[in-house]
């Protein structure tokens, strides 16, 4: 999966951006006293009420301080007109402050501190895992170009009106990145980058399920959205616990389900290939969850020849590698160690990489992992037909949305293994990521035109992100009074 999601994140080619006009916040009601012209004086008024403020665990001490319950990287601080959002992954700090006030001093914060007048209005996506968190908060009219590897239908529709973010790889480079710069008011990157509009999002690299899914609140921070965001993440965790097998059932007895795959990969010299064996903390959450045992990790370990990736800097990657300096010294070798391994797998999920999905069949399958068809009684997912894929919704290019919409709605990907496990219990329930590649299950295609919200192909601005709260002329503030986010507030005392 490490490899998989480096391939998909990080090794992609650069694309040329098409002209657009450069970036001016439209002249809409997302600000404070909108189109007046200088700040208004904001320290007699309170910008963020709590009701309006992320849900969280308030800092003892300091209950202006939040922090999440179950993401375990990031934390905010409120002030009258502005926030301190930290996200402690990559050591960064970004002020965030409401368009239409002024911003508070950087003498206050350290010379790294990075500045956002919010709500953002266009924003940047170079990879897919912010944008699946965006067009589910609505916001995908604030999206100004996403990642070539899109699969959601509003990143398609982006797409195909040439709004292609510019390439991870060209995050640092300002000659690349330099006619985006001009056109946006943030980029979305999972990594540390210097560059000011650049904000780090870190949802991937979270270890669970649920951490990564509750990131929704941190992009909601830069939308004045938080609120919103903390009632969604609460529905998804309430709907993932409701579906989980109780962890206090034992795990012996459950069948066993494996992470595998056929790695291909260049390693400057030469063309490499080794089997591995996943146990990354979100994939063995999910199989506890959904009513399966991973496989136990001290038996893989005392498989003779086994060894850890050096890919993977979680040490939760197994490879059954051959040729010289590896633990097996011909490829026969490794792939009998391998199926003797899967001898004792129930339920299989292949994430071998594959050019083309819809192109993948058992048939695939078995050849990625060099198993005759008369061995196939003898492995028990075989024998069974449970075999299977994460490529279950793709994009028309080939684009898997497993990196993507999967990752911001674990709720429905709990349910998509529950019923690899369980099919029985779940016959009516249609899986959405997880194809039954054994059961002859293809993959289905995600359109552009399945996209519901307005984008930036469009000439419309931008849906107004009314402000919680409105300053009078007197210095008094007046709370927004319409549930539905609607710019009414009660008039101003005379």
């Not at 391939?7 to 007046?36: K, M």
């Not at 409120?78 to 002024?102: D, M, R």
Request: charged share 15%; net charge neutral.
């Amino acid at each position: 999966m490490a490899a998989r999601t480096c391939l998909v994140l990080f090794l992609i080619f650069a694309v040329g951006v098409p002209a657009f006009a450069d970036y001016q916040r439209p002249i809409n009601q997302d600000c404070v006293a909108a189109g007046s012209g200088a700040p208004v004086a904001a320290s007699s008024v309170t910008y963020f009420p709590t009701q309006y403020q992320v849900v969280g665990e308030r800092v003892q001490g300091n209950p202006d301080t939040v922090k999440v319950a179950i993401a375990k990287d990031f934390q905010v601080e409120y002030f009258p007109n502005f926030k301190v959002v930290t996200n402690s992954k990559v050591n960064e700090t970004y002020v965030l402050y409401q368009c239409g006030t002024a911003a508070p001093s950087s003498s206050l914060f350290s010379n790294t501190t990075k500045f956002f007048e919010i709500p953002l209005t266009s924003v940047s996506v170079p990879e897919t895992v912010p944008l699946a968190f965006l067009v589910r908060m609505g916001l995908a009219d604030r999206l100004h170009s996403v990642s070539s590897f899109a699969t959601s239908a509003c990143g398609q529709q982006l797409l195909a009106c040439n709004r292609t973010a510019p390439s991870t790889s060209a995050l640092t480079n300002l000659t690349r990145l330099a006619a985006t710069l001009n056109q946006v008011d943030g980029i979305a990157s999972s990594s540390k980058v210097a560059n000011p509009k650049v904000f780090a999002f870190s949802a991937a690299t979270d270890p669970g399920p649920l951490n990564r899914a509750e990131w929704i609140k941190f992009l909601g921070l830069f939308f004045n959205t938080e609120a919103a965001a903390s009632s969604q993440f609460a529905d998804i965790n309430a709907t993932y616990v409701q579906n989980s097998v109780p962890r206090s059932l034992p795990l012996g007895g459950r069948p066993t389900m494996a992470f595998v795959q056929n790695l291909t990969y260049f390693d400057g010299t030469s063309l490499l290939e080794d089997l591995e064996v996943s146990l990354a903390a979100y994939k063995v959450a999910f199989t506890i969850d959904a009513g399966a045992q991973p496989p136990n990790r001290t038996a893989l370990e005392a498989i003779p020849g086994i060894a850890l990736s050096p890919f993977d800097v979680t040490n939760s990657t197994y490879q059954f590698k051959w040729g010289p300096g590896s633990g097996f010294a011909t490829k026969q070798d490794a792939v009998a160690a391998f199926q003797t391994f899967l001898k004792r797998v129930d339920i299989i999920v292949d994430e071998t990489y594959a050019m083309d999905p819809t192109s993948y069949t058992m048939d695939s399958f078995l050849q990625s992992f060099s198993i005759a068809s008369n061995q196939t009684a003898s492995l028990p997912a075989l024998a069974n037909k449970k075999v299977f894929r994460e490529d279950g919704l793709i994009s028309p290019t080939g684009g898997l949305d497993w990196f993507e919409g999967a990752i911001a709605q674990p709720d429905k990907v709990l349910l998509d293994f529950r019923k690899a496990v369980a099919p029985a219990m779940y016959q009516a329930y249609n899986a959405t990521w997880i194809r039954n590649v054994a059961a002859g299950v293809t993959s289905k295609l995600l359109s552009s035109s399945a996209c519901a919200q307005n984008t930036a192909c469009s000439a419309k601005a931008p849906a107004a992100i009314c402000p919680f709260v409105k300053a009078c002329a007197s210095g008094s503030p007046v709370m927004r009074s319409s549930e539905d986010g609607a710019c009414i507030y009660p008039t101003c005392a005379a």
